[in-house]
């Protein structure tokens, strides 16, 4: 890719929804953190007995999801939970709404749930009860981000990929009232 094509590929600011906001983590330092953690992956399931199986949280983390299974060396499944998101606002409100429901049997299964992002950390903690309780073989979770200056429960997460500041970001599946889900970068919320 050319600097002209990096450019516009990410841009160093845009705007959503009227705010600015600030290039954060490009494109090529999310790729190579998103490879370092597939071959963590890989490498502690390559024994495993049976394949494990990735619930990706939507919407926000499907294009992580797509991404981080791309780059693993071990066989393995996917299936998807949808949860309520923050709509339009930029903090959470506290409240997990449950969209659609895992299909896939995880009784016996070894289960990797794929997060955007944890924040309060009532979501992750929620999906995490309600998959422990269907009896997994094992469960542990990865998040591309985590803001731990956000925390409001106690939530171990196994594999993440950046913490961050506590603002608003969008980008890379991460919405800001449904949009910028497309940007290939993660940007921030520009207080400046
Ligand atoms: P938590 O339950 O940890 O507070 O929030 C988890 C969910 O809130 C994430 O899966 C994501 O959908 C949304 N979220 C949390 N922080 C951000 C953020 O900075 N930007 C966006 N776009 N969504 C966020």
Excluded: W
Aim: charge should be negative; charged fraction near 25%; proline fraction near 3%.
């Amino acid at each position: 890719m050319d600097a002209a094509q990096a450019t516009l590929s990410a841009p160093p600011s845009v705007v959503c929804q009227g705010e600015r906001f600030r290039l954060y983590l490009d494109e090529t330092t999310l790729q190579e953190r998103i490879g370092a953690l597939g071959d963590q992956i890989s490498a502690d399931y390559r024994d495993s007995e049976s394949p494990p199986i990735f619930i990706g949280v939507l919407n926000g983390a499907f294009m992580f999801t797509a991404d981080l299974m791309r780059t693993l060396s071990i066989d393995c499944e996917v299936d998807f939970y949808k949860l309520s998101s923050y709509g339009e606002a930029k903090v959470s409100s506290g409240v997990v709404t449950e969209l659609k429901h895992i299909d896939a049997e995880l009784q016996g299964r070894h289960v990797i749930v794929v997060e955007d992002i944890v924040d309060t950390g009532l979501s992750m903690r929620y999906i995490l009860d309600r998959i422990e309780e269907l009896n997994p073989a094992s469960l542990k979770a990865v998040t591309l981000l985590r803001k731990p200056a956000a925390a409001k429960v106690d939530v171990e997460v196994d594999y993440v990929g950046f913490d961050i500041d506590n603002l608003f970001v969008i980008g890379y599946g991460l919405d800001y009232g449904q949009l910028a889900r497309n940007l290939r970068a993660i940007y921030i919320l520009d207080e400046g």
